[in-house]
């Protein structure tokens, strides 16, 4: 099999940035949650801080949309909810196969974000006969050897592998002659797929290393803090000192350090 890159280039068919594109998902959750709330309307700056973004980049990513909002009024929630499903494809149903169906794969397929977001999980399917019809989420589990079959029948054309690293090519092979073009790779390792087909990878260590670095800075932000307190406070409680010339001491004469003379 031929092999490429593991994303399409940086910009999409209409000129949208993939950075852009990264972050429309960001502004759709937020979004979804003032509409659940039944507010009308949103500033660019609660929106952007709803979603993690600086209002400027907000506004920005919104242009290439061809939404501007209403000066003193915000931009339209309802309006808005709609005009990023619509760039998202996600105004239409797709089905989705998940292959590997152990704990990790169990959890996926009860995701019930899949349904509410555009995405129908449409077969699960496993290498191990005694799962075989065993039904997670409801779902019954079918034997890969019908992966081709499922995902013609289906017209699948997003895969989700959650499969041991050792499978995880032999899988995503076959998920792409089969002719999925977009796959979520749970694996733990880089997959190698023709060009034109995308790849999202989800490493849950990468994200833990990433966590565990902000901990570990915190935490030397939190040492450095205590002590420069403990230095600060100790500087505070000590005793002045002396000063020369009036209790003793030595002090400075013309041929070096001389007995200082107590006052009569």
Excluded at 28 to 54: D, F, I, K, Q, W
Excluded at 119 to 127: C, E, K, M, P, S
Excluded at 159 to 169: E, F, K, L, Y
Excluded at 232 to 252: H, I, L, N, Q
């Amino acid at each position: 099999m031929a092999t490429g890159r593991t994303h399409r280039p940086a910009t999409r068919s209409r000129g949208i940035p993939e950075a852009t594109v990264a972050r429309l998902p960001l502004y759709l959750r937020a979004l979804t949650a003032l509409s659940e709330r039944s507010v009308p309307t949103v500033s660019s700056e609660e929106l952007a801080a709803a979603a993690g973004v600086n209002s400027a980049k907000l506004r920005k990513d919104f242009s290439y949309l061809g939404s501007y909002g209403t000066r003193g009024v915000g931009y339209d929630v309802e309006y808005l909810v709609y005009q990023i499903s619509r760039e998202l494809g996600l105004t239409q149903d797709w089905p989705v196969v998940i292959v590997g169906i152990g704990n990790l794969g169990a959890a996926l397929a009860g995701y019930g974000g899949f349904a509410s977001r555009g995405f129908r999980v449409a077969a699960l399917i496993d290498a191990d006969p005694a799962m075989t019809g065993k039904p997670v989420a409801g779902i019954p589990v079918q034997h890969s050897d019908d992966l081709e079959k499922i995902i013609e029948e289906d017209g699948v054309s997003i895969g989700v592998i959650a499969t041991p690293a050792g499978v995880a090519q032999q899988v995503c092979d076959r998920l792409v002659a089969a002719g999925v073009t977009s796959i979520l790779n749970f694996a733990p390792t880089v997959l190698s797929v023709p060009d034109g087909v995308d790849v999202r990878k989800v490493d849950l260590s990468i994200e833990l290393q990433i966590l565990a670095f902000h901990e570990q800075r915190k935490a030397g932000e939190e040492s450095n803090a205590e002590a420069a307190a403990e230095a600060e406070t100790a500087a505070a409680v000590a005793p002045p000192a002396p000063r020369g010339g009036t209790t003793g001491g030595s002090r400075k004469g013309p041929d070096g350090d001389v007995p200082a003379v107590m006052p009569a």
